[in-house]
């Protein structure tokens, strides 16, 4: 074990049993446990940090596989990068009052996290800070956080429900991505921009809430929800993102703006959806107008006469040619009659 100016700086596997026997000698005059600290100690199970540690360092227990339960005391106001990147067996967690950031990577590939309790002292979540935490079910994100970072959500493959606050400003580009699990999500009014890919792929999404105050969604921002049926887009959204919900094959209705309408048309915002029917498209006056239903309506009525007169000429051909077949047929059987009787 080696400390330095009350930096923990470095624990090997043989001091695991020295801070399971006597903790006050292991953790004295430690005030930050400093970067790949505890990393790779395969034989630490549980720890429970003192009060008067105010920093958890980069990597600080980064790829400890037997980790299963952790303490953290309040004082601490920083939770580094992978602080616990790969704990593979680590099950629950809480983040005590004071943290105000949850580092990026801090919580990567916590296969067996199930809960997770963030405070409201927290600010923003970390790029990829809870990535690929498969069996994390629920989050609250509480209303102290401002940011959602780039992936910090990505690929829960479990997650079935996420509160996003008042005051977030920002969810990051494919912070909710391939989360299959998740069926709603109401964006607040907080919100301006949507990230490219923030909820790509969440294939049970059947709703989804975006409200007044959101400028941006990005590009794929809701590719792939397979299930989604209803888009209502407010007119407070300025730029939708190329294929912003493209590929969501069950979309039957969408309502915008009808200052969107030219960029939904040339981003292919709603690329690769079959069962689209309906565009609501809502004038500054008020009124509504469904924009496919007038365009199907239009193309009848203003059907070239070429156009006409070519779809009544084969409606007729088939009508010719039994004629021609039938007059062909009598002039074969004048031409056998005759040869019969000259024959006779």
Not at 126 to 143: H, K, M, Q, V, W
């Amino acid at each position: 074990m080696k400390k330095k100016k009350g930096i923990l700086i470095e624990v090997l596997d043989r001091d695991i049993k020295l801070l399971e026997k006597n903790p006050g000698k292991f953790w004295k005059h430690v005030t930050k446990i400093g970067e790949y600290a505890f990393a790779r100690c395969e034989t630490l199970k549980s720890i429970t940090i003192p009060e008067g540690v105010t920093e958890i360092g980069k990597a600080a227990f980064s790829g400890c596989n037997s980790l299963k339960s952790v303490t953290i005391p309040e004082g601490v106001t920083e939770i580094g990068k992978a602080a616990f990147s790969r704990c593979i067996n680590l099950a629950s967690v809480t983040i005590p009052e004071g943290v105000t950031e949850i580092g990026n990577h801090a919580f990567h590939f916590c296969k067996v996290l199930e809960s997770v309790t963030i405070p409201s002292t927290v600010k923003k979540i970390g790029e990829n800070a809870f990535f690929a935490c498969d069996s994390l079910r629920n989050i609250t994100i509480p209303n102290g956080v401002t940011e959602i970072g780039k992936a910090a959500f990505c690929c829960c493959k479990h997650l079935e429900s996420v509160t996003i606050p008042e005051g977030v400003t920002e969810i990051g580009e494919g912070a909710f991505e391939f989360c299959r699990n998740l069926d709603t999500v109401a964006i607040p009014s907080t919100v301006k921009k949507i990230g490219g890919y923030a909820f790509r792929g969440c294939e049970r999404l059947t709703s989804v809430t975006i409200t007044e105050g959101v400028n941006e969604i990005g590009a794929h921002a809701f590719d792939f929800c397979t299930v989604l049926e209803s888009v209502t887009i407010p007119s407070s959204v300025k730029k939708v993102g190329t294929w912003a919900f493209a590929a969501c094959f069950r979309l039957e209705s969408v309502s915008v703006f009808e200052h969107l309408v030219q960029q939904i048309r040339d981003g292919e915002v709603f690329k690769g959806c079959p069962g689209w029917q309906h565009l609501y498209v809502r004038a500054k006056d008020g009124s509504v107008k469904d924009l496919m239903a007038k365009e199907t309506e239009t193309e009848t009525k203003t059907m070239p006469e070429q156009q006409k007169k070519s779809e009544q000429q084969k409606k007729s051909e088939p009508q010719q040619s039994e004629t021609q077949q039938s007059e062909r047929q009598k002039r074969e059987q004048q031409r056998r009659s005759i040869i019969f009787r000259d024959r006779v």
